[in-house]
Every structure is written in C-alpha cells, then in structure tokens.
C-alpha cells in the first residue's frame, strides 16, 4: 500500500483546486475591494445581480463549454465589476490565458483596468502570481503566460491581432463601429473555443446595433445569450416613500406589472424627478424593468406600438392565465425565405382574448413539402382545443407555395382549418385610415391590443411587435416597410408579422363563406375575389 498524503498537503491540494474552479470561493477569500464610502477593504461578495450573471456563466460552460452573453443591464448593479474580477480570476488561476477589456471611452476603460489593479495589490501575496509586467494597458503574469489587457472602442477591428480567451466589453451599446470592432473580437477569441468567455454588457441606447445584436440572440441567431438585468432586482433600490408621493394610473399599472412595492416605486419616482428631470424614457434606459424598456429611448423609430401597449398586454395574459380558447383559433404564419436566410418561419396562435403559441420551425432545407410537414406536425403536437380553426400565410415571396400547398393537403385531408392567402400590399379595407392592407393589419393588431387582447410572456414577440416605426401619408398611417425596417436594425420582425397576418381577415367575414367560396375563393371585407385569397 502507498503511503497516505500528508493531511496538511491534502487541504492545501484540496483548496487549491477549489479556488481554481469555484469563483464564488475565490472571490470571497481573494478578492477585495476599498468601499466607496468607508474605504474599508471589503471582500468581493456577489449581490444578486452578479449572481445571476454568475449563474448564466456557469450555466454555459456546463451546457457548451465556453461563454457567450450579451448583457443589458442596469446602472451600479455591478456588472462590469464582476467582470472584471472573473477576468482576473481567470488570467491569475490559469496558464496561457489572455484577458481583455474593451470600453466605451478612454477613461472608462482605465477605470475598469484600475479596479483589477486593486483586485492584485489587495489579493493576499500567497494566493496571487507576481507580475512581470506592469504597464499602463497591461499587467502580464510570466510564470503563467497569462495576462490582463486593455483597449478603447474607438477604430474599427480593435483587438484584431491579439489571442485572447476571456473578452470584457464594457458600455457595448455606446461602442463606435460596434460591428467591425465585435469582428476583430471574433477573430481575436476563437469561436466556441473550450473555456473561452465573451461577456458584453451594457446600458441601453437607443435601437442600435447593440439591440440588434441583443434581439438576434433572443431570437436564436447568434451564438450569443442574453442575460436581462432589470433594475428591481437590486435590494438597494428602495426608498421611504414621502407624504407627497403621487402615483399615476400608468404607475400603478407599471408596480402591477413587474410586483414592484410602493419603497421601490417611491425610489423609482425620485430617481426619475431627481436625475432625469422627469424624462421617463431615459429612466428606463438607464434603469430599465424590461428588455423593450431598456431599448425603447431612440430619436430614429417612432413605435407604432409603443411598449406601454405591450406590457398591459403582457400583464392581462398572466391574470388570463392558462385559461380554454375563447373563440376561434387563428394561426399566423410567416415563411422564411429559405434555410439559410436570416429570417425564421414563425407560427403564432390566438383566440379573441389573447396569444396562445409561439412557434418556430426548424427547417434543414428549402423544400415547401418539408414546410407544409413541419406546420402540420406542429398542429398535430397541441392539444386538440389548441387547434387552428384558419391559417393565414403572408403569400408574399416564397410563402405563395406554402399557402397554395397547405391548402390543398387541407382539403385532400379534410383538415378542419381553412388556409387563408395574405399580401400585405394590397389596398386595405379602410384605405381612408391605413396607407396599405400590411399598415392595417399591424392598426387592427394595436387596437386589439389596446382594447383588452392580451400577450404571453416572451421577450421576442414584445420586442417585434414594437419594433416598426410609422409616418402620417396624408390622413393615413403608413407602417414602416419591411425592407426598409430591416435595413435599419438587421432586425426582422417575424414573430410580430406572424400575428399581423390574423388580422387580415375577420372571423366573422371567413365564417360566411361555404364550401364552393373555399375551392373558388372568396371574398375578404374589402370586398376582393382573387381566388388566392381563401384556399
């Protein structure tokens, strides 16, 4: 038999290898801080915040093996300080291990680079590497070939030429040439490489490339994962409210909504009259509830509908609850353009009350069968009374073969569905108020909205349906077109088109139509014939 370790050797052995692999251990014995206001050197305790960005990290590194976040976030909630200590950890507990930090502003980044600096001279000597290299952008550690470095947004591909495996973008949203500089990021971090981090957090600002970024990923387009930090979550924020505290009714309904107490609702109205002069919006982006919220401040969109809209929406669906269809069941459907396109093929579900599905297909190629199967499977899945009653298809593109294909399987079937043909550019059925049947529908969908239908809880779907801007064409209002949409945000709206398309036509109009109108067509409340109209 071998001769037992020496029990001192064991422990030492045994907390080693917890302060290289649990962060939360490290940071509470190594790091440490000097308090802003009593200047006590404080150990790095995470608050709820940065325990919840803690959780996403090791979430993924459990689920994939490396990190990638996209965090909005709220202000002093400690974002960028956990960052930069996880960095730390990283750069100081492993061998061959870069580190970068990229901010906004020059000065920004040098404060972030001062706190790691702090984290080193306050970490106990016995537990931290000696640095060899010591400079104003830099702090190398030579017996690790590992090291910490620093860089501001301000050219395009910074970063380009470095290896780097654990990225801090500090202030994202307010980043110059956002896109050529997350370029040089993915080539400075190899992509999906085993334990490398990117962690880009930020405030709002206005619907920029960082929202776009921020809602392709909500949406499942990038690599990236969002991490929304909403304001309320911070035990701090609190007040006593004063005698003169006035709450509105869209106060009260904003507390309803998040279940916020009336300390944080007196918190929130002196914050908003103390530090934005009343400015509502730009509370919300610089201390935000919701992820539409944080992105809703932008002087280049007018919402058609604004996210006061949604949110009431969102809150009767949770008071609805799981509650049986009442009604007629219309499903909207809105195709991609192809299995490798950046749009997605969108099914969204609603009776005469509120949203009941969202679903996205997965699509291996271009085929309209493969469509017409994936639809029908996803109807085949839910629960009969969760079943559509009429689908209606934006025709437009290469949605005229799935809508003209799924009609037919339906009749062949006796399918109790009927497909509905939609094209957005027609003439709308009240041309004195919309410009278009597409500014109509999305009209209809907000007046549905306003007066009582209500919303599931889903990010994606908020964020589309407040997403297109309008104009006035003389008495008419004009959504904003798709094309041009895109073209502003990279951003498609499928999710919010996909409900649109249920308001092309009323139940009430459909339900008049026999047999004969659906194998010949019929008419929509505009008074129409095309024979696509109704399969």
């Not at 017409?372 to 209606?392: K, N, Q, S, T, W």
């Not at 194998?519 to 014939?529: D, E, L, Q, V």
Request: hydrophobic residues 35%.
């Amino acid at each position: 038999m071998g001769a037992s370790m020496n029990p001192a050797i064991a422990n030492a052995l045994a907390t080693k290898q917890r302060l290289d692999s649990d962060f939360g251990f490290f940071a509470a014995t190594h790091l440490f801080y000097k308090h802003k206001v009593t200047l006590e050197t404080t150990p790095f305790l995470m608050n709820t915040a940065q325990a919840m960005i803690h959780a996403e990290c090791e979430r993924q590194l459990a689920e994939r093996g490396y990190v990638r976040i996209i965090l909005p976030k709220s202000r002093q909630q400690g974002a960028s300080t956990y960052s930069t200590a996880r960095g730390y950890w990283k750069a100081t507990r492993n061998r061959n291990t870069t580190v970068a930090v990229m901010a906004h502003l020059d000065d920004a980044t040098h404060n972030l680079f001062a706190m790691v600096r702090q984290y080193h001279t306050l970490c106990p000597k016995w537990g931290r590497p000696n640095a060899s290299s010591n400079a104003a952008n830099s702090l190398d550690f030579g017996s690790l070939n590992s090291g910490y470095k620093l860089a501001t947004a301000r050219s395009k591909g910074t970063g380009r030429s470095a290896n780097v495996q654990f990225f801090h973008g500090s202030e994202v949203a307010f980043w110059p040439s956002l896109k050529d500089n997350l370029a040089g990021i993915g080539q400075a971090v190899l992509s999906q490489g085993p334990g490398t981090e990117i962690i880009l957090e930020s405030t709002g600002n206005g619907r920029n490339e960082y929202y776009t970024l921020a809602l392709n990923s909500i949406k499942g387009l990038t690599d990236y994962r969002v991490c929304f930090l909403p304001w309320y979550i911070s035990p701090e924020y609190k007040a006593k409210p004063s005698a003169t505290l006035d709450l509105s009714d869209e106060d009260w309904a904003y507390a309803e909504t998040y279940g916020l107490s009336i300390e944080q609702m007196a918190w929130r109205s002196a914050k908003i009259f103390s530090d934005f002069d009343g400015d509502v919006t730009l509370f919300d982006q610089e201390y935000p509830a919701s992820f539409s919220r944080a992105f809703a401040r932008s002087p280049t969109g007018n919402p058609f509908i604004r996210p006061v809209v949604t949110e009431a929406a969102k809150r009767r669906g949770v008071v609805l609850g799981n509650m049986k269809p009442k009604g007629p069941i219309r499903m909207g459907v809105d195709p991609s353009a192809g299995s490798h396109s950046g749009d997605r093929f969108m099914l969204v579900t609603r009776d005469d009350l509120r949203v009941r599905q969202k679903i996205q297909l997965k699509l291996t190629t271009d085929d309209t069968m493969e469509a017409i199967g994936a639809i029908l499977g996803a109807i085949e899945a839910m629960h009969p009374d969760e079943r559509p009653d009429a689908i209606f298809v934006d025709r437009i593109g290469v949605g005229a073969g799935v809508c003209d294909t799924l009609g037919t399987v339906a009749r062949s079937k006796n399918h109790r569905f009927r497909v509905i043909g939609v094209k957005g550019s027609e003439k709308a059925s009240n041309s004195d108020r919309y410009f278009n049947k597409r500014s109509e529908m999305w009209g209809e969908m907000r007046e549905w909205l306003t007066q009582g239908g209500a919303l599931i809880a889903d990010d994606e779907l908020e964020a589309d349906l407040t997403l297109p801007a309008f104009k006035y064409h003389g008495e008419q209002y004009q959504l904003e077109p798709k094309d041009r949409l895109v073209k502003r945000t990279g951003v498609s709206p499928d999710c919010g088109d996909a409900l649109a398309d249920t308001f092309y036509l009323p139940f009430a109009v459909l339900s008049t139509l026999g047999p004969d109108a659906l194998r010949s067509g019929g008419s929509n409340s505009a008074g129409s014939t095309d024979s696509w109209k109704v399969l």
